[in-house]
């Protein structure tokens, strides 16, 4: 059987292989040789992100999680990355209703009171939400 393997180790280096494992109790089987991986998922959280995608090609890039996640991205692309700005859920769900195929699932309320949970949005006041300084690891 043919198996892939990624290791990090306490740097943070990333090395991948492939091994043929033989079946149990045989000793048969070789490695291919590790090689550094160039980036990391935290790198790609830290990487510079493009606003200037049209949003259907930005969600298909980095909306790749839940809908907690998918929120949080939608809610980036909306306010152009800046924190503090206010988008209205009415705004949200259409821009959501519209990115359907996309995003994969219907819109959920509690997606944007989940991402809130996690720290990417907030909520000053009913019925609106900011970003959040972190959420950049909605990217992950």
């Not at 493009?50 to 991205?73: E, I």
Request: hydrophobic residues 35%; charged residues 25%; aromatic residues 8%.
């Amino acid at each position: 059987m043919r198996v892939q393997i990624t290791v990090t180790d306490d740097e943070g280096k990333t090395f991948e292989g492939e091994v043929d494992l033989p079946p149990a109790g045989t000793r048969r089987g070789g490695a291919r040789r590790a090689r550094n991986m160039p980036a990391t998922p935290a790198a790609v959280a830290d990487a510079k992100v493009d606003f200037k995608l049209p949003l259907r090609a930005f969600l298909k890039k980095h909306a790749t999680g839940g809908g907690p996640q998918k929120f949080a991205v939608l809610l980036a692309h909306m306010t152009g990355g800046k924190t503090g700005v206010q988008v209205t859920r009415e705004a949200i769900e259409a821009a959501w209703t519209r990115n359907k195929g996309v995003l994969g699932v219907d819109y959920h309320t509690m997606y944007g009171t989940r991402s809130t949970g996690e720290g990417w949005s907030d909520s000053p006041k009913r019925g609106t939400f900011v970003l959040l300084p972190d959420w950049r690891e909605a990217l992950k």
